[in-house]
C-alpha cells in the first residue's frame, strides 16, 4: 500500500477528484449515415462544449455495435450532461455495466 494502509488511492483523495471534475466515458451509435454535414455538426457542436469549459480527452472509432467511444470531462454532472443532450439528434448513447 502506499498511502498508509487505505489502499492506492485514499478515500480523502478519491472525494476530492469528485468534486474537482467528472469523467465520462460513453459508447455512441450514429442515428443517421456519417456525411459531411453529419461530421461538421458534430465537429461544431464539440468546439460549443469546448468553449464552454468542457474538455474531450478522446474520440474513438470502433467497429461493431458502436460507432465510437468518447471520453469527456466537464466541471460538474450538470455539464456533462447537458453537453450529451446537444447530441441527441445524432447519436444514439449507451452506458453499459460489467454485468
Known amino acids: ?7 492506492v488511492f485514499s478515500s480523502h483523495l478519491c ?6 471534475h467528472v469523467r465520462l466515458v460513453t459508447l455512441y451509435r450514429l442515428k443517421v ?3 459531411k454535414q453529419v461530421i461538421d455538426e458534430v465537429n461544431r457542436l464539440m468546439d ?3 468553449k464552454e469549459g468542457g474538455k474531450f480527452l478522446s474520440v474513438d472509432w470502433t467497429l461493431g455495435r458502436y460507432d465510437a467511444v468518447v471520453t469527456f470531462e ?3 454532472v450538470k455539464s456533462v450532461m447537458q453537453a450529451l443532450l446537444r447530441f441527441g439528434h445524432l447519436l444514439l448513447t449507451e452506458t453499459r455495466s460489467g454485468t
Do not use: H, I, N, T
Open 1 to 7: 500500500m502506499l498511502d498508509g494502509g487505505e489502499g
Open 48 to 50: 460549443q462544449v469546448s
Open 74 to 76: 466537464s466541471a460538474d
Open 33 to 35: 449515415k456519417p456525411a
Open 15 to 20: 472525494e476530492r477528484l469528485r468534486m474537482e
